[in-house]
């Protein structure tokens, strides 16, 4: 670390030195119609082959030998715009690209260059546009972000309908889902159907899943960075859609002299409103529905200082006189700061929290005999992210973070006769800091390369209680608590540091292919105790402690990058090679709702995922979309179980495939389709059994894991859009979507499970469960004026 500290350090003061003959253009670049910054706009310098891109804020820097030079700028879907500059002094050009309405006719809009995927450093890293996926068959006919996604390579989910999604092997706690920068620790509605990003107030969507920089901490697996939209700083718009199960409204408009801008946009489902009048008398008084408000507003108080705020508050809500809800808040505060025109600064604070409720007493508040339950987890946090542009060969990044948690992992209050007695958890507590310092250079036009350290130190802190264990036997059982230390608060309990090295290299073999590898170690802090296989909103969220030590993650990986007929087909190869360590499971029959225990209940082991993933796109004409195929394997290895042999993984799929076409007929019509095939995942069934009193009770004598596997899965979706010439009343424009989820009427098993006969209780049978089993036709009016 010495070593690497010492050459940002000369880094730095070499260029200062040769920085006399040379001066800086710089500032932001935009969406004309809407005064959105853009994402990845590329910024090249025509004579000297050599340039680079605006980043999440829309803003830019190079430092150039004094002269004069042709900027050309490049956004797919945008008209392409050259600059001519005189360079002899330091320079700002801010620039607004238009829309290319012909252009976006034509494509599916990616916002990057054509030839990013070869020349770009990232590797292990997709990206979805919105417009893109508004086109995307979805169920219901809603656009979703969590379901889209699980459309690229090495993203999956444990079967239809199931909440959260995994990347390469790892559990879906393991993935960072950020919000403007704040983390969601539960992404879904509905029990999964539908995710909490509303796509009409979303602006960009960024999956990592290898070579991660080092300013992203936190989680083992991957990064999902969703960026808000800013609000549109040019007019007012109003947008939204109705649909078959929610509706949704949007509002933006600049405000204070178009010195800054706001969007606000809401959903609410409507199925309880809808099913009201066919419930019988055991339903009646049921609700069902989510609803969420996102809201996110920006203030340019000068050239040199912006500032944004942001905001997501959503809610479930499920049952009647008895009944749960569960929902997410987070408020992101973020300045940006321009030092100098090298020097960009975004600082930023959040606020985060994921609570859910269970209570018997929905409708009536003060009923003699009640039950609720509460349980949540609040982070709140700082985030200075500097970015020093010393020439166009580098780009640093340095800066740390500082994040509390709190977590209550259940306070219950029961009333029986009107006698009231509390029972549940006491509340944890735990910091986590990191600092961290990257750099991405290039080394000439073929080679480049992207290097840096992080370090995180955990700290898990009082007031609270350190359990002692008994030794873990091989048998794989619960453990005993042998001793029990109390700490006051702000009193380290344990402590944990990692060290956190991440590399990426991009080799070019010419202009239209190249070979990039990578290699990054993440550490996780945060465990989602849960024996279910999809998340379920009741899942305990857990600090690391005395007894349960940090996640580690190990990933190599390997790909080959190629474009062909003048980048008309974007095609990939990677391999990829993943070590985990400290992975959690749990012992027979294990407790984790309000278990002062539950560190007794956990066993620990060691995990592995490997694989390979194929990607073709093509992305220009009037048909396009992709295929993707991953061939992988996910493996655990767990003190206790299975013998104590590797065994694979409940989430792992052998084989993954998708197909996405889309066709654009005209100005008004759009088809598309997706088709998805896959392995079915792993599961443990009984070896023998057991008939007492007349009843079969099933056995697993050989306590094999997960030695079986479902049937695979597949399924076709198909959607049409309409585009009118006016939304209402002669204003805005308007769409039809018109989709059909589960062509076939495929019953996809989402589990299998062994139950007893119910007309012969001796017996024992298999029971395939789908939580999709028909056609599901929708129509939806999206509008906007």
Do not use: C
Request: net charge positive; no cysteine.
């Amino acid at each position: 670390m010495k070593k690497l500290l010492l050459f940002f350090i000369s880094l730095f003061f070499t260029y200062n030195l040769s920085a006399q003959d040379k001066f800086t253009v710089s500032g932001y670049i935009k969406d004309a119609s809407n005064g959105e910054g853009l994402i990845g706009v590329s910024v090249f310098v025509q004579e000297i082959k050599t340039g680079t891109q605006t980043n999440p804020y829309g803003f830019y820097s190079l430092t150039l030998p004094a002269g004069t030079y042709n900027i050309v700028l490049t956004y797919v879907g945008f008209e392409k715009i050259t600059k001519k500059i005189e360079l002899s002094q330091d320079l700002k050009l801010d620039v607004e690209l238009k829309d290319d309405s012909k252009l976006l006719q034509e494509v599916v809009v990616t916002t990057k260059k054509a030839d990013d995927n070869v020349k770009n450093i990232e590797m292990s890293v997709n990206k979805i546009d919105i417009k893109t996926m508004q086109k995307m068959p979805a169920l219901l006919g809603e656009v979703d972000i969590i379901k889209s996604i699980q459309f690229l390579p090495g993203v999956t989910s444990v079967g239809e309908g199931a909440s959260g999604f995994n990347v390469r092997g790892g559990g879906i706690d393991q993935n960072l889902v950020l919000l403007d920068e704040a983390p969601v620790y539960n992404s879904s509605h509905l029990f999964g159907f539908f995710s909490v990003f509303n796509p009409d107030a979303v602006k960009d969507v960024k999956l990592i899943k290898g070579g991660i920089p080092s300013q992203y901490g936190g989680r083992v697996s991957s990064i999902l960075d969703v960026r808000m939209k800013e609000g549109n700083a040019k007019k007012p718009q109003f947008s939204g859609g109705l649909g078959s199960i929610f509706s949704r409204f949007t509002y933006e408009r600049p405000f204070l002299k178009d010195k800054g801008s706001f969007i606000v946009a809401l959903r609410r489902s409507y199925i309880d409103i809808l099913a009201k009048p066919f419930l019988n008398s055991d339903l009646k008084g049921t609700s069902f529905y989510f609803y969420d408000f996102t809201a996110k507003a920006n203030f340019r108080a000068n050239e040199k200082n912006t500032f944004f705020l942001s905001g997501y508050f959503g809610r479930d809500t499920f049952g009647a006189d008895f009944g749960f809800n569960w929902g997410n808040a987070t408020t992101s505060f973020r300045w940006n700061h321009v030092f100098n025109n090298k020097l960009f600064l975004n600082n930023t604070v959040f606020y985060s929290n994921y609570d859910y409720a269970i209570q018997t007493d929905l409708k009536k508040k003060n009923d003699q005999d009640a039950f609720r339950w509460k349980s949540n987890i609040i982070t709140y946090s700082i985030k200075p992210d500097f970015t020093f542009y010393p020439n166009t060969k580098n780009t640093v990044t340095f800066g740390g973070q500082l994040t509390y948690y709190t977590f209550n992992p259940g306070q219950a209050v029961a009333i029986s006769g009107g006698v009231e007695r509390s029972i549940g958890l006491d509340d944890k507590f735990a910091s986590e800091s990191a600092i961290y310092l990257g750099n991405e250079q290039k080394i000439n036009n073929k080679i480049s390369l992207q290097y840096g350290l992080r370090y995180s130190l955990y700290n898990y802190l009082g007031k609270g209680k350190a359990l002692e264990l008994s030794a873990l036997n091989n048998d794989g059982e619960r453990r005993t608590v042998t001793n029990t230390t109390f700490f006051d608060w702000g009193k380290s309990i344990q402590q944990y540091g990692n060290l956190e090295p991440r590399f990426a290299a991009n080799f070019g073999l010419g202009q239209d292919n190249s070979i990039k590898l990578s290699y990054n170690r993440l550490a996780q802090y945060l465990h989602l105790l849960s024996n279910t296989s999809a998340s379920s909103p009741l899942d305990v969220w857990t600090p690391s402690s005395n007894n349960i030590k940090p996640q580690l993650a190990d990933q190599v990986a390997l790909g080959y990058f190629h474009n062909f007929n003048d980048n008309l087909f974007e095609t990939s190869v990677e391999v990829y090679y993943k070590k985990l360590y400290n992975q959690i499971d749990y012992v027979r029959n294990a407790d984790l709702l309000l278990n002062p225990a539950v560190e007794a209940d956990l066993l620990f082991g060691k995990g592995r995922a490997y694989g390979v993933e194929f990607f073709v796109k093509k992305t220009k004409g009037k048909f396009n979309g992709w295929i993707s195929y991953t061939l992988a394997r996910t493996e655990r290895k767990i003190e206790g179980l299975n013998q104590n042999q590797w065994f694979p993984s409940r989430i792992d799929k052998t084989h993954n495939l998708s197909v996405i076409g889309i066709y654009d007929l005209n100005k008004r019509w759009t088809f598309s389709s997706n088709f998805t095939l896959s392995s079915g995942t792993p599961a443990s069934f009984p070896t023998n059994k057991f008939i007492w009193q007349d009843y079969a009770l099933p056995h697993n004598f050989y306590d094999t894991r997960n030695a079986y596997r479902i049937p695979a899965s597949h399924r076709l979706d198909i959607a049409a859009t309409r585009q009118t010439k006016y939304a209402f009343f002669k204003h805005g424009t308007g769409e039809w979507v018109f989709s059909v989820y589960n062509v076939y009427n495929r019953r996809n098993p989402f589990s299998v499970f062994v139950r007893q006969n119910e007309a012969d209780p001796t017996k024992t049978e298999a029971v395939r469960y789908a939580v999709f089993g028909s056609v599901i036709p929708a129509v939806t009016y999206n509008f906007k004026f």
